[in-house]
């Protein structure tokens, strides 16, 4: 009894031993895997912290300190890591600006402090009556202006809670607006969380805009869709944010300044509306650059002035100068009248509208063969530009819009995009001696043959039932081949700067350009380049060495430039990093091209049907004789990489060449060309007159150099070369 008692404790024992033994190795597998989710949980944070701090570097202060390569390292890094651990996913990580799901419909969101709207000046006098109002109500004390460039965008709101961004919404009517959180998340240059001493609740209000080049690379693209364009920059920002499917919005290249703060709790706030953007700015928010402090209304003036005459320089559109009274206990003396504030107005810029008399509506052919109607105008100067001639689009615009030959017009003009009649006037409408209705295939009406024909081959034109475009059959038929070239020089294609509209004319006219690949022959006929273009010997030798050049493009850019019907530069990327060369891509049939994501039935029969064209075989035959790169690699540039690593920015006017080609022979070299002096210049190359880029190069001790220094890096490369 007593030895069998002894032999059940004995196994207790070793049983309650072997119990402890497991739940130390369950408590140390807990340990171990909790110090590896540690481990995990820093290296997320402290590539988050990089990647927002590169991102405020790049998008606010506009100075990145780590190359586009590193930052996509990082943040590969960071999905992979999210990826296995979603635990530890938040909303304000970076790599949330992708889009969230799409949502049913956008939820009201109540302004907390109404978002006011501007009062409008149009003239020097009516700006001066605000100014005298306001010294009048201050009983003649005098106040300093905060002078802004009125951004034609869309008006946001954006709530931080204890740093992190919380709500975004639109201004909606001042008091209600929408809640598009999802879609701000997706601006690079909205931050997800602040950085610094920041309050715990506040809101502050800003423009999200489309830049230039983004609204007409979106439109180029639409085009090529088929789809209608937007009409100016403001339209394609609010189409862009109020998107029900974020992802739709990340795909578009918004951007957003900064301009009041809403509200603050928890913070001492500066006294003036200048010290609190130099604050907002800190906390990484996006200020423009070009926001000036100013003591008098003459200043004020002056710098309306200056940003009437550069507007169009500037990378987005502006429509007017806000000028706001810069002490925040002044503004809350004037007070508002209505839903305007006394403080603040807006000094608007002559319209971009004008009217004049649409003569005729011509016909031209585009390089895939669509027949455009074009209006030709009665010269008329809008925003200092002189315009006669402007879109019209297709037919089916032209009858909704009811515009016809002899009518006076509206036309509208936003910054470098092309103009557009946007309707006839009253007058026009109710003249009685009006024309008829416009009609494409009246138009185009030859009475010899009784039958529609393309203006410029003659050739039978065609409408496919599905489309509002009728098209030139003819691939061959002369102002498509132009076209096709002038297409594949573009910047957005092989970039070959120096031969514009005129030039590419000139040399089809003259018998020298057939095909695009004849391009790459031209430097075999550099004599007859002389004596057709009247060109100098110089500028003939600048144009040749662009053209050599180009030859290394990368092979996205080279898809781009066939100019394969609906493939436009994004498909032409996606293709490229599908593909290790055009062979393979000819190579590919329709099915297969199918099988790709954003790859539709449309696209995919084009470019089979493109490759498989005999015309289009030879073409790139030539192309691949002549040495163009045709494959994914990017072959070395001319001239080996003597300046890689080296940022140049060149100031004043130059006199062997062009700036784009000085720029383009540095890049041949490695090195970059950037338009600013920033502390990453290397060398600042000085022309003749140089601007302001001199003394800020000096301010931060950048090495100079001048022309014939430049030239004799260039000849040392062609040596090593
Ligand atoms: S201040 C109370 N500053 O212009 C003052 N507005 O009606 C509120 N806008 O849609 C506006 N740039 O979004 C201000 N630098 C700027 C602006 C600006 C563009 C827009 C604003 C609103 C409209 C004013």
């Known amino acids: 009894m007593v030895h069998q008692s002894k032999k059940c404790s004995v196994g207790l024992v070793f049983q309650t031993f072997l119990a402890m033994l497991y739940f130390a190795y369950l408590v140390c597998e807990v340990l ?21 701090r590169n991102n405020y570097l790049y998008h606010v202060l506009d100075s990145p300190e780590i190359s586009d390569a590193e930052y996509d390292v990082q943040m590969r890094e960071l999905r992979t890591l999210e990826e296995q651990l979603p635990l530890f996913v938040t909303d304000d990580s970076p790599t949330q600006r992708v889009g969230a799901a799409p949502l049913e419909s956008f939820s009201a969101v109540s302004h907390f402090k109404p978002l006011l709207s501007l009062a409008n000046a149009f003239t020097d006098d009516e700006l001066g009556s605000w100014f005298n109002r306001c010294s009048k109500l201050l009983d003649g004390r005098t106040f300093e202006l905060v002078c802004e460039h009125k951004i034609d965008g869309l008006a946001i709101a954006l709530t931080y809670e204890n740093g992190k961004l919380v709500q975004g919404s639109t201004r909606g009517d001042g008091y209600k607006g929408e809640d598009i959180t999802d879609n701000l998340r997706t601006v690079r240059s909205v931050p997800l969380s602040v950085i610094g001493d920041f309050p715990t609740k506040f809101e502050v209000r800003g423009e999200v805009y489309l830049p230039k080049a983004g609204f007409e690379k979106l439109n180029r693209e639409r085009a090529e869709q088929k789809l209608p364009l937007f009409a100016n920059p403001r339209n394609a920002a609010a189409g862009s944010v109020r998107q029900l499917d974020a992802r739709v919005t990340a795909g578009r290249a918004l951007d957003v300044y900064i301009y009041a703060l809403g509200y603050a709790y928890g913070h001492t706030m500066p006294m003036t509306h200048w010290e609190t953007m130099l604050y907002l700015k800190t906390l990484g928010f996006r200020i423009n650059p070009n926001n000036r402090l100013v003591f008098t209304i003459e200043e004020a003036k002056a710098y309306y002035r200056l940003w009437q005459e550069q507007r169009s320089s500037l990378p987005y559109e502006a429509d007017g100068i806000v000028m706001k009274v810069n002490s925040l206990a002044i503004q809350d003396e004037l007070g508002d009248v209505g839903r305007e504030p006394r403080w603040a107005i807006a000094y608007k810029f002559p319209p971009l509208q004008g009217r004049t008399l649409l003569k005729e509506i011509c016909v031209s052919v585009g390089r895939t063969g669509t027949l455009n109607p074009v209006a030709i105008l009665q010269p008329v100067v809008i925003g200092g530009v002189t315009i006669s001639r402007a879109t019209l689009h297709n037919e089916d615009d032209i009858l909704r819009k009811d515009v016809r030959e002899g009518d006076m017009v509206f036309v509208q003009r936003a910054g470098d995009v092309i103009p557009e009649i946007v309707g006839p006037t009253p007058d026009a409408v109710a003249s009685p001696t009006r024309s008829s209705p416009f009609s494409m295939k009246g138009k ?11 203006p410029v081959c003659h050739d039978l034109v065609v409408k496919p039932d599905s489309e509002v475009m009728y098209y030139c059959p003819n691939a061959a038929c002369p102002a498509q081949v132009e076209e096709r070239i002038r297409h594949f020089v573009s910047r957005g294609a092989m970039d070959i700067r120096g031969i514009g509209e005129q030039l590419v004319a000139l040399f089809c006219n003259g018998g020298l350009l057939g095909d695009v690949a004849d391009i790459y022959a031209l430097r075999e006929k550099r004599e007859e380049l002389i004596a057709l273009a009247g060109l100098g010997e110089k500028s003939v030798d600048n144009l040749l060495f662009s053209i050599e050049n180009s030859k290394t493009r990368p092979l996205s850019r080279l898809i781009n430039a066939l100019g394969i019907r609906h493939v436009g530069e994004e498909t032409a990327e996606l293709l490229a990093s599908r593909f290790s060369s055009l062979a393979e891509l000819s190579a590919t049939s329709g099915d297969v091209l199918l099988g790709i994501p954003s790859i539709g039935a449309k696209i995919a029969t084009s470019i089979e049907a493109f490759f498989a064209n005999e015309d289009n075989k030879h073409i790139i035959a030539k192309l691949e004789a002549c040495g163009v790169n045709t494959k994914t690699e990017r072959e070395p540039a001319v001239g080996g990489q003597l300046l890689s690593g080296q940022e140049f920015v060149i100031t004043g006017k ?19 060309a950037k338009s600013d002096v920033t502390k990453k210049t290397t060398c600042l190359v000085v022309g003749m ?7 800020k190069a000096r301010a931060l001790g950048i090495k100079e150099i001048n022309e014939i220094e430049l030239i004799s890096i260039f000849e040392q490369a062609q040596k090593e070369g």
């Not at 060449?657 to 022979?665: G, I, L, Y």
């Open 654 to 672: 130059l006199e062997s060449f062009t700036r784009e080609v000085a720029e383009e022979r540095i890049r041949a070299l490695g090195g970059q």
């Open 689 to 695: 007159e140089p601007g302001g880029k001199l003394a």
């Open 444 to 454: 185009l009406f030859e009475a010899e043959s009784n039958s529609p024909r393309c």
């Open 32 to 52: 171990m895997n909790e110090t590896d989710l540690e481990q995990a949980r820093k290296r997320i944070e402290s590539l988050r912290e990089s990647i927002n």
